[in-house]
C-alpha cells in the first residue's frame, strides 16, 4: 500500500511518500480504507519526538491517528462491523508505528463507531480525537444547562466542537480567537472575545461574575487567565499543561471510546455537531498538511485524503 512514514523524528522534511506493507489484522482490528485522515497539532508534535518519553516509536513509523474510511476487513472476533461499513475512528495505539495516513488501516474496534450519515469522509475524519477532547473534557467539567463556559482557542479543531456541544447542552459559551473567526464562533453558538493582552477584563465585561466552567487547549497565560476567571466553585480543566493541577482543576488526554464515538455520531446525525474543513491535501503532500497545522491558524480541521478513483 501507499503510506507516509518517518524513520526519525524531526521536522515535516522527515515524511516520506512511499511503500509500505499492508497490514495484518488481528483478531479485535477491522481493516479500514482509507477516504480521509485529519490532521491533529499532536501529530507534528509526535514527529518531533515530544511524547517519546510516554510513547515507543516503532519506526518507520506512519502518522495519523484520525481515520475515516470503508470497512473491507473485519478481525475474526468483531461482530460489530461488516464489510462495507463506513466508519470513522480515533485509531491510536499505546505505542507509534501504525497510522492513519496509508491506503490501509488496521484499527482496533474499541477506536471506532460509523461514520454519520450526514458527513462527507473528510467531515468525518477530523471528528474523532478533537470531538472526543471536547466530549471528554466537557463531561470532566460537568457542563450542563446555566453554566457560563470559557472556551480557548475556539476556532480550532477542539475549541470549535466544544462550543457545539457545550451549546447544546444549555451552556453560554465565551470563545477566544482571532477577530476574523469571530464570525464563525457567533454562527457556532459562542460570545467571541480576542485573546492576547487584556484577555481577562473582555470577558470579564460579558460574565461580570466569572465563569462556572473555563477549558482551556493553550496553556500558558491562557490557563491562569482561566483560573483568575473563575466564579466561585468554578472548574477548570486544560489540555495543554500540567499546571493546570496546582490550580485546582484537571489535566487531560483524549482516549479512544467506541461509546463517546457514537455519542458524537448521534449529534452529528441530529444537526448538533458540524465539523469545519479548513483545508485537504493529497495523501502524498502531508508534509505540507503538517506544515500548515504547525502554524497554529487553522480554523476547525486540515484532512488528508486518498483517492480511490
Known amino acids: 500500500m501507499k503510506a507516509i512514514s518517518y524513520s526519525r523524528y524531526g521536522g515535516a522534511e522527515v515524511l516520506e511518500y512511499g511503500d509500505r506493507p499492508d497490514p495484518k489484522v488481528g483478531p479485535d482490528s477491522v481493516l479500514v480504507k482509507v477516504r480521509a485522515a485529519a490532521v491533529n497539532p499532536v501529530d507534528w508534535k509526535v514527529r518531533e519526538g515530544y511524547m517519546d518519553p510516554v510513547l515507543e516509536a516503532v519506526f518507520p513509523v506512519v ?63 477530523g471528528l474523532p480525537l478533537c470531538g472526543l477532547t471536547a466530549y471528554q473534557v466537557l463531561r470532566a467539567l460537568e457542563v450542563r444547562a446555566g453554566d457560563t463556559v470559557l472556551v480557548h482557542a475556539a476556532a480550532g479543531g477542539v475549541g470549535s ?69 473563575l466564579a466561585p466553585e468554578g472548574r477548570l480543566a486544560s489540555i495543554a499543561s500540567g499546571e493546570v493541577i496546582g490550580l485546582g482543576g484537571h489535566y487531560l488526554f483524549v482516549r479512544p471510546d467506541a461509546a463517546d464515538l457514537r455519542e458524537l455520531a448521534d449529534l452529528a446525525e441530529q444537526g448538533v455537531l458540524s465539523v469545519h474543513v479548513d483545508a485537504t491535501f493529497p495523501l502524498e503532500r502531508a508534509a505540507d498538511a503538517h506544515r500548515l497545522s504547525e502554524e497554529g491558524r487553522t480554523r476547525g480541521k486540515i484532512v488528508v485524503t486518498v483517492d480511490w478513483e
Not at 462495507?84 to 475512528?89: F, H, K, Q, R, S
Not at 477577530?179 to 460579558?206: I, K, M, Q
Open 63 to 125: 502518522p495519523g491517528w484520525d481515520v475515516s474510511g470503508v470497512v473491507v476487513q473485519p478481525g475474526v472476533s468483531v461482530p460489530e462491523f461488516a464489510v462495507g461499513d463506513e466508519v470513522m475512528g480515533y485509531a491510536r495505539e499505546d505505542f507509534l508505528s501504525r497510522g492513519t495516513f496509508a491506503e490501509y488501516v488496521a484499527a482496533p474496534v474499541r477506536t471506532l463507531a460509523r461514520k454519520p450519515r450526514n458527513l462527507s469522509f473528510e467531515e468525518a475524519a
Open 161 to 229: 466542537l466544544a462550543v457545539q456541544i457545550a451549546a447544546h447542552r444549555g451552556a453560554r459559551v465565551i470563545g477566544t480567537a482571532s477577530e476574523r473567526n469571530h464570525d464563525f464562533l457567533r454562527e457556532l453558538g459562542a460570545e467571541p472575545v480576542e485573546y492576547g493582552d487584556g484577555l481577562v477584563d473582555r470577558v470579564r465585561a460579558l460574565a461580570p461574575d466569572g465563569v462556572t466552567a473555563a477549558f482551556d487547549t493553550v496553556g500558558g497565560d491562557a490557563l491562569r487567565a482561566s483560573a483568575e476567571l
